[in-house]
């Protein structure tokens, strides 16, 4: 008896890696830290020379930077800030990688042939406060951004990438205010108004100044009058002096008189100084409004 044994080779299917010819133009990006937090779009362009039909949707993915983590930081000698990418203005999803991304923590689209494509999305910027105890300078990180293409199958295949440096700036600043007697900072706060009424000899009025720096600074102080409220025109005058913190009484003139300097910042909330104005001595004035304007002046380092 004879056994006829039939075998029936089928080939391998297998896919080859479409060669979708991608091209992606990517800018890096720089931001200044300002008083409020920033929301702030980016775009990349994404060309396609390849003629496959399994080039038409792309995918971006967006890698974990040098934290090597989705809490991404920007760094400078030592120190490091928060900062994220987004899919959407809402920050509502994080970009993410391919292999860690999940639905919609990537940004996909379609291209075709020998045409160029915009992608948008969003870098969350924090404020100064959010930040204030790291020292100024420039803050970097550098990331991957990977370009795939997404076969009719549901595979995805590898293109290309490009990697990305974010910048963010951390000024030295330091700003003051001048605000009712332990009233808080508020950095619009710059011009307060002594109202003395009707003057008398060694009356007095307060409020504080308060400084808010996140790098050691200066302050000076001076007068339009040169330490006198005067009447227009100028008949008679009321001499005063001005007391800042734990300083000395001082008369201040029209040039900018040194009042000290602090070897440090202060904290988040401000450094506060008290700030006393005694009216000196005075008699047979001349009726009428007698005004003074001063100005302190406070420089970072």
Known sequence: MKILILLTFLPLLAYADPDCDYEITLGNFTAAIQDVAQVIPQTLSLRREGNSNNCETYELYFGKGQANSYQRMAYSNGYSIPYNLYRTVSLGTVLKDYGDA?????????????????????????????????????YTDTLPVRAYNLRNSGVSDFQTARWMTLSFIIPRYAEVSVVPVNGPHNSSSTVYIMDFGEMQPQQELQADLVVKANVPYGMNISSQNGGFLQKTPATTNVPYQIKVGNGNWVTPPTYPYWLGQESSGSPQNGRRYNLRVKLGNFTNLDDGDYQETVTITVTAY
């Open 102 to 138: 999940g639905i919609n923590e990537f940004l996909t689209g379609t291209v075709m042939r020998d045409s160029t494509v915009n992608a948008t999305w969003y870098v969350e910027v924090k404020s100064k406060d959010n930040i204030f105890n790291v020292p100024p300078g420039t």
